[in-house]
Structure formats: C-alpha cells, structure tokens
C-alpha cells in the first residue's frame, strides 16, 4: 500500500516515528555495518557514500507511505522567488495526430496550460523566454521521478541535472524545464496517466521553437529516469509526424537521456541479470515493490488494461519481451545514454542502446558511470562518477 499516511496528523506522527528510529537505529546500524570495505554493497563507495545510499532507499519508502516531503510547486502552482523565473506554456491540440488523440480520449486527457522554468549559468542573468543568441544551443530539461514524483522548480532536487549541464557545457548557457503534468493512481484520485505528460512536453518544445525562437537543431531534449521516457516519446513523435502534422517542428539536434526508465511494466530481476545484482546497491527498490507498481498503473492508466498496451512503442521503447513489436529508431537525432553500472535499470537500458544503435550506428554514444547508481547526477556525493560523466557529456556536445 501507498501513501496511506499522506494526510495529517497521521502523516506527522509516522515521520515522528520515522525520524525517531532511523537516527536512534537504523543510522548507527547503517555506519557499523559498512565500517568493513568488504561489506558495502560497491567496495569502491567510501563509507560516506554508503549510508547516504542506504538513506536514500529509505527516502523512498518514507515518500512511498506518505506521498511527498516537500512541495515545489506542480502543473497547476509555481515556485516563486526572486531567483525563479518561470512561464506558462500554452497547449497545443493542432498539433497532436489521430493515434494521440484516441489514447487521450481513452485516459480522458485533455491538452493544458502548464509551467516551465528558466535556469541561466551561475553569472548570468537572461531574460525569460528572451531569444537566442546567434547558434545558442538550450537544454530543454524534463524531469525524472517515475512520473509521480518530483519537480522541475529550480528549488527542486532534480534541478542538479541542469546545473551540472551548466556548469561542465560552455556552449549552453540556459536551461529550460518542464513542469509536466503527474500521473496519480488510488488511493488517490487518478489522474494525469499516459499520453499527458507527452502532450505536455510537446507542448514545451513548440514553445521553444516557435515562441521563444530556437532552431530546433540547436535543441539538446534530455531526460532523466522517467523523463528519458519522455524525452524519448516526444522525439519519437516529432520524428514520425514530420512529414504528416501541418505546423509541428522539426525534431531536435541531439537527445540526451540519463538513466532512462524505458519499460516501466518490467518486473524481471532473473537470477544471473545485473538488475537482480544491482538489488543490494542501488536504492530504488524492487520493481514488484508497492512504490513501483503505483507508479506503473499511475502512468500507463487505461492503457495497461488493453491488449498489448504495455508494449506500446512510446511507452516502453527498452522492453525485452518477445511479444514487443519491432521499435524503430531511424531519424532521430544523435544520442547520448548514461547509465549506472550499479543500477537496477541497467538492462533495460542496454536493450535500449542496442536497438538504437541497430538504426543509427555511431550516431549513438553510451557511458556506462563504474559503480554509480540510479540517476546518481541527481545527487552531489556520488562522485567522481558525476563529475565524470558530465564531463563526457560536454565533450560529446562539442562534437
């Protein structure tokens, strides 16, 4: 069961007792038993590392009993501050396809008005949605948390992934992040499943290009976790309909996904397979977990209740089962992949880089971060892997 202390005062008194037991137990207990290298799930983790991954699990669980920690601001209320630049971006109806449309009416999703965020490199001050410069490239940022979680504020933690773009990337100088629409299953009001979040982040890339004034070849879209699906998606549907949806842009110059949740209905972690190895290291949780499986019916709503629906090209581009369709990858741009060694998602995402480059050969380039886990450039102490992986890809942005 989820979020079944969400509501106060329940929600207090369960933190009270989690608070509680984790600095009087469960902390001590996690800094003796990794005293020993031998003993931390990764034996290159300092000591450090190890017992912040273990309250990150934790993390995961507490937020899984009582819905969030702490609010950002969601598609309907921004962050405000007088560091915090954000925009409403307006739908756009004309410019989704039949097939969309259909899901749509299926899950009753309706295109809406939603919010982004401007975030600029630390010494400069651009005005929002001010043009571009002459061939300046944007980051167009849409956020992980397994569709149910997170936000894109600049106060938000997934805001680390862009200022580390930022920060490592000469060539880009601002940031823009999507504040999509969350999906949200019982015991909560269901809302928001699978196609909103794309009609969202399709909406956010024509106000990019058409309002602001981008090139689309000056685009980097990248995604992390549940974002890389998403990333994945929206390219897709502007590869495919390019030549078909009057008015719809041209697809970016580059992708860039981290860590990418790229079959959300999996549930495997086999005997022998690096997800079941991973279990022990990373802090996501099991796939059959409560957490998990909220996150799947969230997300895939109606659709996980048609014949074939898990396999939808647009949903689960990494999905392994035999029974999934051919998933084409002809015409999209060049893409970077990185990926935790010791993440639980590592296979699904190696089935993606396989099938990738089956269509696009060395237009693909995959970093595989030694020891890292899932979507560690989220996170500052994961280091030297996040240092290291942002340096790869600001060298492959070079090119």
Request: glycine content about 8%; some cysteine; aromatic content about 8%.
């Amino acid at each position: 069961m989820v979020h079944q202390f969400r509501r106060h005062p329940l929600k207090l008194l369960y933190l009270t007792f989690e608070l509680t037991t984790t600095l009087l137990f469960r902390l001590p207990f996690w800094v003796l038993s990794n005293v020993p290298r031998t003993l931390r799930p990764r034996q290159s983790w300092s000591l450090k590392k190890s017992v912040l991954i273990r309250v990150l699990d934790r993390l995961n669980v507490v937020q899984g009993r009582t819905d969030s920690l702490q609010f950002f601001g969601d598609h309907l209320t921004v962050t405000e501050g007088p560091d915090v630049k954000h925009v409403w971006v307006e739908p756009t109806p004309e410019l989704l396809n039949a097939e969309i449309i259909s899901w749509a009416k299926v899950a009753n999703v309706v295109p809406s008005t939603i919010p982004g965020y401007w975030i600029d490199k630390d010494d400069m001050n651009t005005d929002i949605g001010a043009p571009p410069r002459p061939g300046e490239k944007i980051i167009y940022s849409l956020h992980g948390g397994a569709f149910i979680r997170l936000s894109a504020s600049p106060h938000d933690i997934a805001a680390n992934i862009g200022r580390g773009l930022l920060e490592h990337c000469e060539d880009v100088h601002r940031v823009f992040a999507l504040e999509y629409r969350l999906s949200k299953h019982a015991p909560d009001e269901p809302a928001h499943p699978f196609p909103a979040a794309l009609l969202d982040a399709l909406a956010g890339y024509v106000y990019l290009t058409k309002t602001v004034g981008f090139s689309p070849e000056n685009i980097i879209i990248e995604g992390d976790s549940a974002g890389g699906n998403l990333a994945l998606a929206l390219v897709r549907y502007l590869v495919e309909n390019a030549s078909i949806v009057v008015g719809l842009p041209a697809p970016p110059g580059a992708l860039l996904l981290l860590s990418p949740w790229v079959d959300p209905s999996d549930t495997a972690v086999p005997p022998g397979s690096r997800a079941n190895a991973n279990m022990a290291s990373d802090y996501i949780g099991p796939p059959e977990g409560p957490v998990a499986l909220y996150a799947r019916r969230a997300f895939l709503g109606p659709l996980a209740h048609v014949s074939n629906g898990r396999f939808n090209r647009y949903v689960a581009p990494g999905c392994a089962d035999a029974r999934m369709p051919h998933v084409p990858f002809e015409g999209f741009p060049r893409t970077m992949i990185v990926a935790g060694e010791a993440e639980m998602l590592v296979d699904q995402i190696n089935t993606l880089v396989g099938r990738m480059k089956r269509d696009l050969g060395e237009k693909v380039s995959y970093h595989e971060a030694g020891d890292a886990v899932h979507d560690f450039m989220l996170f500052p102490f994961c280091e030297p892997e996040r240092t290291i992986a942002l340096t790869a890809i600001a060298s492959w942005l070079e090119k």
